[in-house]
């Protein structure tokens, strides 16, 4: 037993630790001689943090120990992959923790207004060319999609990203965005003068749907992209926090356990960072980097537009964004302008918004302007970064955004919690950072084009008031066929209008069920020459259109129609009246 003493004596001695501070943690103190150079070096870290209460409950040496060391590496993960580590963590947590029980507002000192934006429409000589630059574009580009999330609040066992965005093909969302992409690398190469390159692809895991994205992947060989475009990378979760004092909670059912819990979808700048891929992605030359969220089936209808807004107008920082009506539950971009002279242009949550304008010479609040909407454009979520100032960014953050913290407190006395929080941190506060001279901007389009988002289960959906957007897998899909019609009249065709149906009780429209793969049509200008004559689609019909070479000639459609034509086949022109009669429905496929 002395040997043992003498032993955490010795290293304590040179650890610089005093027995006056060593014993405040009496039971670590016991065991420190079962551990590494770098576990006691961590153990004096947390020791210094004011962490002792993490060992109260330890056994004597020869008890647990492999859970001791466990514990360990438990804390090694947690310090190695938060930007400034554990001591960092905690320290950002009493700040934070401190401003949250003295009701501190984070906008204090801001005056918000209007920034500088594109505010787009869908199919005009503008939207056109802006179009257009954004395929030329496209082949400078990387794409990030943020998926650690599983589809339980959906109703769905499984990963979001395996959900089909529509019932019509069974098409899942990663197949799809996958599919945009290759679409856009195939445009772009058209273009593009000499030697075209492959377009990266990262996707943000999380512990719980990291494998099964891999097996998606794997076993659907990728979607038609090559494996070499495509970067998992793996979020971890970061420590729980009990108390105002930042004390690091335990796992309740196990002692040599940290509580973990998800830090938010901002880690994704840090992963890029510290993965390497951000400057491998400049070494290739890439410009562009393009953040998406899991579960909008229409979000690939905007990025060309908005791609090139950001190329045109060269701003660093391109937020896509719809109208938004005054008070509605969507955060809005905003400009902030601090007295002391600092602005950023930011998200800025629905719920903060009116008050803030309130406090700051606007009376009335978040209201519409003359254009029936809020001056605020309401944020998607998505964003468009130019790859070298981000970078630059980066290198003094090491990919850090600016946090926020939630407690649930018991009363009003703010001193003790319901349960356990943690520090999270929100991707489209990347700006939050940057300084008043950087460019940044915002791109609208039409909801009808853009957003779509799948994030309510069917029971809750329905219980959403009339004439709010129900978010759901019901709605996205609607959105899908109503966004293919709109985009076929633009073209020329005639496309009846939708009836009003209910499905797992909420209203909707319900239009022609059309849809296409990519290939046949990412921009307009795409789709509207391969449309020609006098064509026509009834509100009953469905169309699939999975060739790339497919022109509608004349088209006159009552019921059903898929077609599939190889790659290299010139042109498949479809002429037919196709009609049905009754209640059953003719299936007509060209191949």
């Not at 994205?213 to 992209?225: P, R, V």
């Not at 539950?329 to 949550?349: F, K, W």
């Not at 009808?448 to 959403?464: H, I, M, Q, R």
């Amino acid at each position: 037993m002395a040997s043992t003493v003498d032993s955490a004596a010795e290293q304590l001695s040179k650890l610089g630790i005093d027995g006056a501070f060593a014993d405040s943690a009496p039971n670590l103190k016991k065991n420190l001689h079962l551990l590494s150079s770098e576990q006691v070096e961590l153990a004096k870290m947390l020791m210094e943090m004011g962490q002792s209460h993490l060992f109260e409950k330890w056994a004597a040496p020869g008890v647990d120990d492999n859970e001791k060391r466990a514990f360990f590496d438990q804390v090694a993960k947690l310090n190695s992959s938060y930007p400034g580590g554990l001591k960092s963590y905690i320290k950002t947590a009493r700040e934070l923790l401190a401003d949250s029980k003295a009701g501190k507002n984070p906008f204090d000192g801001f005056t918000p207004s209007v920034p500088t934006g594109e505010v787009l429409k869908f199919g005009d000589d503008t939207f056109i060319n802006y179009e257009q630059a954004g395929v030329k574009e496209a082949k400078n580009a990387a794409f990030v999609l943020v998926a650690g999330g599983l589809g339980e609040r959906l109703g769905y066992n499984g990963i979001k990203v395996a959900l089909p965005a529509e019932t019509t093909t069974g098409t899942c969302f990663l197949q799809n965005y996958i599919e945009c992409i290759l679409a856009l690398q195939e445009s772009s190469c058209r273009l593009a003068e000499g030697k075209c390159q492959e377009i990266p692809f990262a996707i943000m895991t999380s512990d719980d749907t990291h494998s099964r994205t891999q097996e998606l992947l794997e076993s659907n060989s990728y979607f038609g992209m090559k494996p070499t475009q495509v970067k998992l990378l793996k979020q971890e979760k970061v420590a729980c926090l009990d108390d105002n004092d930042a004390r690091l909670a335990m796992d309740p059912k196990n002692k040599y356990r940290i509580q973990t819990k998800p830090h938010g979808h901002g880690d994704v700048h840090a992963l890029l960072y510290s993965s390497g891929l951000l400057k491998e992605w400049h070494d290739a030359g890439l410009k562009w980097v393009l953040f998406f969220q899991d579960t909008n089936g229409l979000l690939f209808k905007a990025i060309p537009a908005s791609l090139g807004v950001s190329a045109t107008k060269q701003y660093h920082v391109n937020s896509l964004a719809v109208p938004r009506k005054a008070k509605e539950a969507i955060g809005g971009i905003t400009r902030l302008t601090h007295a002391d002279g600092r602005s950023m242009v930011i998200n800025v949550e629905y719920n903060q918004l009116d008050p803030l304008l309130r406090a700051t010479g606007f009376p009335d609040g978040d209201v519409n302007c003359e254009t029936g909407y809020s001056p605020f454009p309401g944020n998607i979520n998505q964003l468009i970064l130019e790859l070298g100032p981000y970078m630059e960014e980066l290198k003094k953050t090491g990919g850090a955004i600016k946090e926020f913290v939630n407690p649930k407190y018991k009363d009003a006395s703010k001193t003790s919690f319901k349960s356990s929080t943690r520090l999270e941190c929100m991707m489209q506060d990347y700006p939050k950072t940057l300084p008043p001279s950087a460019k940044v901007g915002f791109t609208v389009m039409d909801t009808w084009l853009a957003y779509a988002p799948v994030k309510n289960n069917p029971e809750d959906a329905a219980k959403v008031p009339k004439g709010n957007p129900y978010h759901s897998a019901t709605s996205g899909e609607m959105a899908i066929y109503c966004a293919n019609s709109l985009i076929l009249r633009k073209a020329g065709a005639q496309v009846d209008d939708p009836v009003q149906e209910v499905f797992n009780g909420q209203e909707v429209e319900v239009w022609p069920r059309l849809t296409w793969k990519p290939k046949w049509g990412l921009t307009f200008s795409e789709i509207k020459n391969k449309v020609s004559g006098s064509c026509s689609v009834s509100q009953k019909s469905t169309m699939v259109i999975k060739g790339r070479n497919v022109v509608l000639e004349d088209l006159s459609l009552n019921g059903a129609l898929i077609i599939d034509s190889v790659d290299d086949a010139e042109v498949c022109y479809i002429m037919p009246i196709l009609r049905y009669g009754g209640q059953s429905c003719k299936i007509s496929e060209i191949v």
